[in-house]
């Protein structure tokens, strides 16, 4: 069964200006068991569609289901079966961080033993151990926000939501995230998760869909996503080259200190021993999800002011 199905969602919210639609006609399937990432700039819509499938704001139009429960007259089936960590939250201020972990799930229904060994559990993953008995009032920024997302990963919901839950997070916590991440797609749960970081969203995500102004760009496997674009190779070469030059292989444009390139993979390998004949420095392999998202987000925006300025 897929975990989410969304079928024409559009929200407008009461104070929007005239025409802006958060989601505008949405419709996106989450298959079970694996991490799907949504992505797309800011105001895009991610918020906006956990939301709406967590079952915290309803939608203008549209249908979705969750776990084969339809979220408006089945709220309490989706409810027991999900957990969610909200882009901005504030945590219970008053407790500490392994009461504050321990008492959600309590509230869940877990039992007291299973409550407290899976909390000990998600201590430990995500670091937080030391920190166990010190007032959530009282920690950092970046400590707050694992601690939220430790409360989400030691439920046992099978679907959860992280409204960028690595915002603010060094690099070390980042990946205990990841790990949490992956050993709840081990244990058969899925995650929506949304990031702005893309490198993160490739390397979690089985399947991504990038949104813009509420409305579907892009759907698939990482690997379906660099289908889509235009150019399949990206080099980045130091000196040697004018950008004349390098316009002959492909798309080209300074970047400091050189030069970026997308082009076709025969185009690249041969740039790529052009350069190295001329002793300049080279990297190329294949576009990531970062030049995906610049390429097609970029064209889109390109295009709705050609739009404006011809009307
Ligand atoms: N409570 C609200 N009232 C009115 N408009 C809102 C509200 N929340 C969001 N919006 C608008 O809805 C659109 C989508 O916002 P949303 O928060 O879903 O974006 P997002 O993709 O999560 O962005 P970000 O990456 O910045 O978190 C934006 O145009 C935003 O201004
Ligand atoms: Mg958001």
């Not at 569609?49 to 139009?61: D, G, K, S």
Request: proline residues 4%; neutral net charge; hydrophobic residues 40%.
């Amino acid at each position: 069964m897929d975990a989410i199905r969304a079928a024409r969602l559009t929200r407008v919210y009461p104070q929007a200006p005239p025409g802006v639609r958060a989601l505008d006609d949405l419709s996106l399937t989450v298959p079970s068991g694996r991490v799907f990432g949504l992505i797309g700039r800011n105001g895009a819509g991610k918020t906006t569609f956990i939301r709406i499938a967590a079952t915290q704001l309803e939608p203008t139009a549209g249908q979705i289901e969750i776990l084969g429960h339809d979220v408006m007259t089945q709220t309490d089936q989706v409810r027991a079966r999900i957990a969610c960590v909200p882009q901005e939250s504030r945590p219970l201020y008053f407790l500490t961080v392994e009461e504050a972990i321990r008492l959600n799930l309590g509230l869940r229904g877990m039992s007291r033993q299973i409550a407290r060994s899976r909390t000990q559990e998600v201590l430990g993953e995500l670091s937080l151990t030391e920190l166990a008995t010190r007032s959530i009032s009282r920690l950092s920024g970046g400590q707050r926000r694992r601690v939220m997302v430790a409360m989400v990963l030691a439920t046992e919901a099978e679907l959860i939501f992280l409204d960028e839950p690595t915002t603010g997070l060094d690099p070390i916590a980042r990946r205990e995230v990841w790990g949490a991440i992956r050993r709840a797609t081990r244990e058969g749960r899925t995650t929506l998760l949304t990031t702005h970081y893309l490198d993160e969203a490739e390397t979690l995500s089985s399947r991504l869909a990038l949104i813009e102004r509420g409305r579907l760009v892009l759907e698939g496997t990482p690997q379906d996503l660099r289908g889509r674009v235009r150019s399949p190779y990206r080099v980045t070469v130091e000196g040697s080259f004018s950008l004349e030059e390098l316009r002959s292989f492909g798309t080209a444009r300074a970047i400091e200190p050189g030069f970026l390139v997308f082009a076709s993979e025969a185009n690249a390998r041969a740039l790529a021993q052009e350069a190295l004949r001329r002793g300049a420095r080279v990297a190329f392999g294949p576009v990531d999800l970062e030049d995906i998202f610049l390429e097609v987000v970029g064209r889109r925006i390109e295009d709705d002011r050609e739009e404006a300025v011809a009307a």
